[in-house]
């Protein structure tokens, strides 16, 4: 089974600091995306990437960058964190049928529930 | 226009009962329909997957699919509390990836 490990479950920081979020995908799988899920708006697609060193932005990139040095690791970082960004963090990982394609089925992680204070 | 409407619940129902779960979309271009189940404090897990109208049977779960009305339903057969979840409708079509409906929160009352 493809796995997608989020190193942080739970991370609590201040408005202002910087965050990074881990992703780790054991499968080789070309696609892997960050999402956001939060009551009542559902999961919405922060950026995804389809290549090493490869990104592109999802529905609502505002405030939030992603680095992809080797296939396998897809980072999120929160340049400077605010209230508003406290949700929960799901990263996923998809083979490739054409990056952003509908057919592909996701492999989420646990997530990463970040609080801002 | 991508939304899909899914009722977020909860939606409570007695052990052994068959539970329907339904989405609609807008979207006619849409083929690709999936099924994820989100237990609580975890990631969402693939249940379904279908391409096609009609009806796809796995175990106690059924999904069903009508591209003329943009109706998508996963139907559960004797229902347990282990089934207790959010259970997430996934739809996506062409190269604009995959749109979520917000989840249905189900108890299963033991």
């Known amino acids: 089974d493809v796995k997608v490990t989020q190193s942080s479950r739970y991370l609590v920081k201040r408005t202002g600091e910087k965050v990074f979020l881990e992703c780790v995908q054991d499968?080789?799988?070309?696609?892997m995306f960050w999402y956001r899920q939060d009551p009542g708006l559902g999961l919405r697609l922060i950026y995804f990437s389809y290549d090493v060193k490869m990104k592109e932005k999802g529905d609502i990139p505002e405030g939030y960058s992603v680095s992809r040095e080797k296939k396998e690791r897809f980072s999120l970082i929160l340049e400077s964190a605010s209230t508003n960004q406290t949700s929960m963090y799901l990263c996923?990982?998809?083979?490739?049928?054409?990056?952003?394609?509908?057919?592909?089925?996701?492999?989420f992680g646990a997530g990463s529930r970040l609080t801002v204070l | 226009q991508k939304e899909v409407e899914q009722d977020p619940g909860p939606l409570s129902v007695p052990e052994g009962a068959i539970v329907s779960l339904n989405c609609t979309y807008s979207n006619s271009a849409f083929q690709y329909f999936m099924w994820y189940r989100q237990y609580s404090r975890k990631g969402p897990e693939l249940l379904m997957y279908?391409?096609?109208?009609g009806n796809k049977e796995d175990g106690r779960f059924t999904a069903q699919v009508d591209k003329s009305s943009k109706y998508i339903s996963l139907f559960i057969r004797d229902s347990q509390p282990s089934d207790s979840a959010t259970y997430l409708c996934a739809i996506g079509g062409g190269a604009d990836g995959l749109t979520f409906g917000k989840g249905t929160h189900l108890i299963i009352q033991p």
């Open positions: 279908t391409y096609s109208s």
């Open positions: 499968m080789d799988h070309e696609n």
């Open positions: 996923a990982s998809s083979l490739n049928f054409g990056g952003l394609s509908g057919a592909n089925v996701l492999t």
